[in-house]
């Protein structure tokens, strides 16, 4: 895969992963879910789904995609034309992110996993294909399904990486 595709590909991503990110940061105040259970007796999503979380994501996404944008102009030239759809994708991506981080909750509340206790693939990947779902109008078409490999596997690599770390900065309690 060209160099170049590579580059817009880690850059196209970027705001679903900072939103996917931040919530471990900025997360706090009321849980989606408000504490409510199904009818299997399971949270909906749990305590670590909250408002402030979502918002500082969703927010953090799409700040990224406006900086993305005014800094590097010519940025999805390809699939993006103005400031505005940017933004948009930024949007769309962000949005996807979260969507799928809360539709892996949700799925493992449902199979009785509990908060913190890790799923492979599901924990790495969800997020990712959400995001590209929602913002695949405006996915780099000349990537192709190369390119969703390549970001399939640098999402998963860099997941791993990221949670170790936030771990060991004492942002998450367990490393996955």
């Known amino acids: 895969m060209d160099l170049q595709i590579v580059l817009e590909l880690i850059l196209f991503i970027l705001p679903a992963y900072v939103a996917n990110a931040m919530p471990v940061i900025l997360g706090g105040g009321p849980k ?6 199904l009818g299997d007796g399971r949270r909906i999503l749990g305590d670590g789904k909250t ?3 979502l918002i500082g994501g969703l927010m953090c996404g799409i700040l990224t995609a406006a900086a993305l944008a005014a800094t590097i102009p010519d940025l999805f030239a390809t699939t993006a034309a103005g400031f505005g759809t ?10 996807g992110a979260l969507c799928g981080d809360l539709a892996g909750s949700f799925f493992k509340r449902r199979t009785g996993m509990e908060r913190g206790q890790p799923s492979l693939l599901l924990d ?7 995001a590209l779902a929602f913002a695949a109008p405006y996915f780099p078409t000349q990537a192709g399904i190369p390119g969703l490999v390549f970001l399939a596997v640098l999402t ?4 791993i990486l990221f949670n ?3 771990h060991r900065l004492k942002l998450k309690s367990v490393p996955w």
């Open 51 to 53: 408002l402030y979380g």
């Open 124 to 130: 790495q990947l969800t997020f990712l294909f959400f």
């Open 164 to 166: 170790v770390i936030a």
């Open 86 to 95: 940017k933004l948009l994708t930024g949007g769309l991506l962000a949005a």
């Open 156 to 159: 998963f690599v860099l997941h």
């Open 32 to 37: 989606l879910d408000s504490g409510k259970s």
